[in-house]
């Protein structure tokens, strides 16, 4: 089934303690009211996912996991398997992070491994691919985004339990972004190899992240193949997300 758009998920990395999170969480759900038209969803650490899917209750905004072991159970000190986020109350994981990529040497196989992993325990998953900066500069974007395509996405993966995000590492926190034109090229390009490889492929939710705010977010949101966004630091402000949200709203791609 395809995810309502704009699919708009804020993924709040290692932020998040119980009071400031509470009033985050409050203050989005205040806004959704009953009915958005999009997907919502966030992403907070997961010692709070539990608690988070507690302040959600009754509002149209789902939790995800920001990462999951590949095993489900096992002696991996420190992991956590995707049943047990499931079992935490976690709807979604985000996979292949560039952060997780980069400081936990993840690559296309361990993602894969994981994405695989949280759909076996019942979690939509959200894929992420993205060039460096070198590669972005030696013009290899299209190359490298075909090749973590190929290695880490799950093979049937169907447009209710799979989402796509395109983050250049390099657009990462940076405050910089790709131009409209190749934003709209890498996800033309996305869409092309998800249409050729999956049944599903044309409704597959392919995302933006990288630096968006809401200055930037209705230009970003209204290019052609952009689905929603995958947002970092602008998650952790109400308002900020919301109003990326509410730019989505009507201008999906
Ligand atoms: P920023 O929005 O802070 O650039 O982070 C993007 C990101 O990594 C989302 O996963």
């Not at 920001?66 to 995707?82: I, R, S, V």
Request: with cysteine.
């Amino acid at each position: 089934m395809r995810l309502p758009r704009p699919v708009v998920l804020g993924n709040w990395k290692m932020n998040g303690l119980v009071d400031d999170a509470r009033a985050l969480v409050g203050a989005v759900k205040a806004r959704a009211g009953d009915a958005p038209t999009g997907t919502l969803g966030v992403f907070p650490p997961a010692t709070l996912i539990e608690r988070a899917r507690e302040w959600v209750a009754g509002a149209p905004i789902f939790v995800g996991a920001q990462d999951c072991h590949h095993a489900p159970k096992g002696a991996y000190t420190g992991d956590l398997a995707a049943p047990m986020l499931a079992e935490a109350g976690a709807q979604a994981v985000i996979c292949g992070h560039s952060e997780r990529r980069q400081y936990h040497f993840e690559d296309d196989a361990t993602v894969r491994a994981k994405a695989d992993a949280g759909l076996g325990a019942g979690l939509k998953v959200v894929v992420c691919i993205g060039e460096t900066e070198d590669e972005y500069l030696a013009g290899k974007t299209l190359e490298r985004l075909d090749a973590q395509l190929a290695g880490s996405l799950p093979e049937g993966s169907t447009a209710g339990d799979v989402v796509v995000a395109y983050e250049p590492v390099w657009a990462i926190g940076t405050g910089r972004t790709p131009t409209d034109q190749e934003i709209e090229a890498a996800h033309g390009h996305i869409r092309a190899r998800l249409v050729e490889r999956f049944a599903e492929g044309g409704d597959i939710a392919i995302l933006y992240g990288g630096s968006v705010k809401p200055s930037n977010a209705k230009a970003i949101l209204a290019t052609s193949n952009v689905d929603g966004a995958l947002v970092g630091g602008a998650s952790l402000d109400a308002d900020d997300f919301w109003a990326i949200y509410e730019a989505g709203l009507g201008a999906s791609g």
